[in-house]
């Protein structure tokens, strides 16, 4: 990496990959074929504020449930492409596999999913947006009756937010720098001024979705946490920060050289907790601020035992394996649930504290009903 993207320039201008302006198609011939086959229903019933509490309270029982009862994961995370129009020196998903499941197999398996007892959805990437069907996977979703969040670069948001924002509970688009210099950290120009309208139009589309920006903290944007925070308040969202992950068992990537040393990742987040008990609209719980505050913490991670990550090509993904568990085209979920080898990988997963992701750690707290997550889920579910 060339010097850590020269360090404060991120990189000359002449090294930043050039891309052409993405087409996007028209979408709104497909408009009459959305959710070809599913019930008509109509938009904006995401997370209006009558029903957020009653949300959050199905969410916490899912994982009671999950814990004592059916000891059954109940959140599908799918990755629905590997592709992606950025070039993000930190990421360790992008190129897992060029084949990609199709629309009306998602729906299958979005639909056996749900008779399995799945209640909630992650959609990411890759670059979900650049599916031409992610429409009709966000609304087959929310017709099938999953609670659906959609994670995303923000570039083509201006133009797909009236097609997808309708049928979303949640959208979470992440930004690194509070100005163009995230165009240069993610290798596409353009793309901050996109995600900002994309933010501003998905408000408008449907205003009682939640919506929030996600920053990752690395060596390049330690300095630029109160510029985030002021850029979050200045949209009117909230906003999550994250610790960086470095390598995956089944990534050749290595983030390692972006990684904060534990003496930065302390003063970062202490001065992260600091804004959020100002009163800032920050997701994290302090729980998890806490985790990296004075040498990260150990946790045990039940994230396995919580979600299922399923990849663009079918493949059940294991975070702990280099090779997947299996593939939803050969073997149905039930028969995944039932696997033996699922069992072990979650009782090993409980020995692991290696990610430091936002998801993964205040899932670890949660799971324990540590005070301080359930209060900082509650915040970030219940507020916009």
């Not at 052409?20 to 497909?30: G, K, L, N």
């Not at 229903?41 to 504020?49: D, I, N, Q, T």
């Not at 534990?262 to 729980?287: D, T, W």
Request: positive net charge; glycine residues 8%.
């Amino acid at each position: 990496m060339p010097a850590l993207l020269q360090q404060g320039g991120l990189l000359p201008q002449h090294q930043v990959r050039r891309r052409a302006p993405i087409q996007v198609p028209d979408t709104a011939a497909r408009l009459n074929g959305v959710g070809k086959g599913l019930s008509d229903v109509g938009g904006g019933e995401s997370l209006k504020p009558g029903r957020r509490l009653g949300y959050l309270l199905r969410g916490l029982w899912a994982i009671v449930r999950t814990r004592f009862i059916s000891h059954r994961p109940f959140l599908l995370s799918h990755l629905v492409t590997s592709r992606c129009n950025c070039s993000c020196p930190i990421c360790l998903w992008r190129g897992y596999s060029d084949e990609e499941l199709s629309t009306e197999e998602i729906v299958s398996i979005y639909e056996e999913a749900r008779e399995e007892g799945f209640a909630a959805l992650v959609l990411w990437g890759g670059e979900p947006l650049l599916r031409d069907d992610i429409d009709r996977i966000v609304r087959a979703a929310h017709e099938i009756g999953f609670v659906t969040l959609l994670i995303t670069n923000g570039y083509r948001l201006p133009e797909l937010a009236d097609l997808i924002c309708p049928y979303l509970n949640a959208l979470i688009v992440s930004i690194d720098f509070p100005s163009e210099r995230h165009d240069l950290f993610r290798g596409c120009p353009g793309l901050f001024g996109r995600a900002v309208a994309g933010i501003e139009k998905a408000k408008e589309v449907n205003p009682d979705m939640k919506l929030s920006i996600n920053c990752v903290i690395t060596r390049l944007n330690k300095d630029e946490v109160e510029g985030m925070i002021d850029l979050a308040d200045r949209l009117g969202v909230s906003i999550t920060f994250e610790s960086m992950n470095t390598r995956m068992p089944f990534s050749s990537r290595d983030a390692t050289p972006f990684k904060l040393s534990p003496e930065e990742e302390s003063q970062v987040f202490e001065l992260i907790r600091r804004y959020k008990l100002r009163g800032h609209r920050i997701n994290n719980s302090i729980a998890y601020l806490e985790t990296f505050i004075g040498g990260k913490k150990r946790f045990e991670c039940h994230s396995l035992e919580v979600s299922l990550c399923l990849q663009s090509n079918g493949d059940v993904r294991i975070c702990l394996s280099p090779r997947p568990l299996a593939n939803l085209r050969e073997v149905s979920i039930g028969e995944v649930l039932r696997m033996r080898e699922l069992r072990e990988y979650q009782r090993l997963g409980r020995r692991c504290h290696i990610c430091n992701d936002y998801g993964t750690v205040e899932c670890a707290h949660v799971w324990r009903f540590n005070p301080q997550a359930l209060l900082g889920a509650a915040f970030a579910f219940l507020s916009r």
